[in-house]
């Protein structure tokens, strides 16, 4: 499969531990995005990489989340002192151009915090 | 505010029947908008959007600036056709797209 990959595909935690996500995105698209997805909700932008370089956060996201991808390649997530709130499918998509093109999504992580 | 809004989270339609997806956005531009879909236990995955004005599996949408809607139609549903339907809007950003809540349509046999 050269679609976009993520790991975990489930992590339960306790609530006040930290968690890391992984999001390999399809290896010519140089845009990444993060995404977050609630029951009976659609998806929430969180942030965007242009190669290396993140160039949009929401400003919905708390500073307990951070996001890297440092060599323009794969990404990483990590949410510090995981709250209940924090429950949640995080959803990663890459694409060759604007996200006024074709998105293409992994099949996310479900985080479930105790 | 940029908003989307799918008034139906779940539709129930009969195989052979015809299809309506209803999605509002509220957005002061000239907004460019996407219907996705997931089908059961695969990804999300883009359909169709309006400046292709192209149909999909039979599927078409047309924007309607003065309705502010971008509705998905199909006049023949399919037992294939039930899944997850979002409508999603890119506004002021390039990056991010602003989504509905999702309709869940279903085709009866």
């Known amino acids: 499969d050269t679609g976009v990959s993520q790991d975990p595909r489930h992590k339960i935690t306790k609530r006040g531990q930290n968690v890391t996500f992984r999001c390999d995105p399809i290896s010519e698209h140089n845009r990444l995005y993060w995404y977050r997805q609630t029951l009976g909700q659609g998806p929430e932008f969180l942030t965007y990489?242009?190669?290396?370089?993140?160039?949009?956060k929401s400003r919905l996201l708390s500073d307990r989340f951070s996001a890297e991808r440092p060599k323009g390649s794969f990404s990483t997530l990590e949410i510090q002192r995981t709250e209940q709130g924090d429950s949640a499918m995080y959803l990663c998509?890459?694409?060759?151009?604007?996200?006024?093109?074709?998105?293409?999504f992994g099949s996310g992580t479900q985080l479930s915090v105790l | 505010a940029q908003r989307v809004t799918q008034p139906e989270k779940l539709l129930s339609v009969f195989k052979g029947a015809p299809v309506e997806l209803k999605c509002n956005y509220s957005?002061?531009?000239?907004?460019?908008l996407f219907w996705y879909v997931q089908y059961s236990r695969q990804r999300l995955q883009l359909l169709l959007r309006h400046i292709s004005r192209e149909s999909i599996k039979g599927f078409t949408a047309d924007l309607n600036k003065g309705e502010t809607s971008f509705h998905l139609k199909k006049p023949f549903a399919q037992e294939e056709d039930s899944a997850m339907y979002y409508c999603?809007?890119?506004?002021?950003?390039?990056?991010?797209?602003?989504w509905g809540a999702g309709t869940k349509l279903i085709i009866k046999p």
């Open positions: 957005y002061s531009g000239s907004p460019e």
């Open positions: 998509a890459s694409s060759l151009k604007s996200a006024k093109e074709k998105l293409f």
């Open positions: 990489f242009q190669n290396e370089a993140q160039l949009e």
């Open positions: 999603a809007l890119s506004g002021y950003s390039n990056y991010q797209l602003i």
